[in-house]
C-alpha cells in the first residue's frame, strides 16, 4: 500500500512558476515509476509527465515538454514536478500517482494522491 500526498498548488500569473511536490508513504517507493497527471474541469484526466523507478528516465507529454521537470528523492520518498513558463491552459487539478510499470495511462497506475490546484492567471 503506499499513499500519497501532493502539495505546492495555487495561484500564479501566466509566465510564472510553480513546484508541485508528492510525498509517498511506505518503504517501497524506489519499487514505482511516479507520474503526474492533471484534470481541467470538463476534460479527461491526461498524463503529463513520468519518472522512472532510478529517475533515470523521464517521459512528457508534449504540451509540457521544455516547460516541465519530473523529478523523484527516493531517500525522500518524494516525487516533483517542476513547472516553468506556465500557461493558461495548464490550468487544473494535478495528481500524483505510482506504478509498478512504465506507464502513461491512468488506468496504468495503482496509487493516487488527492490533487493539487494550480490555476493560471492570463
Known amino acids: 500500500q503506499v499513499q500519497l500526498v501532493e502539495s505546492g498548488g495555487g495561484l500564479v500569473q501566466a509566465g510564472g512558476s510553480l513546484r508541485l511536490s508528492c510525498a509517498a508513504s511506505g518503504r517501497t517507493f524506489s519499487s514505482y515509476a511516479m507520474g503526474w497527471f492533471r484534470q481541467a474541469p470538463g476534460k479527461e484526466r491526461e498524463f503529463v509527465a513520468l519518472?522512472?523507478?532510478?529517475?533515470?528516465?523521464?517521459y512528457y507529454a508534449d504540451s509540457v515538454k521544455g516547460r516541465f521537470t519530473i523529478s523523484r528523492d527516493n531517500a525522500k520518498n518524494t516525487v516533483y514536478l517542476q513547472m516553468n513558463s506556465l500557461k493558461f491552459e495548464d490550468t487544473a487539478v494535478y495528481y500524483c500517482?505510482?506504478?509498478?510499470?512504465?506507464?502513461?495511462?491512468?488506468?496504468?497506475?495503482?496509487?493516487w494522491g488527492q490533487g493539487t490546484q494550480v490555476t493560471v492567471s492570463s
Open positions: 519518472i522512472s523507478w532510478s529517475g533515470r528516465r523521464t
Open positions: 500517482a505510482a506504478s509498478t510499470g512504465l506507464a502513461n495511462l491512468p488506468s496504468g497506475f495503482d496509487y
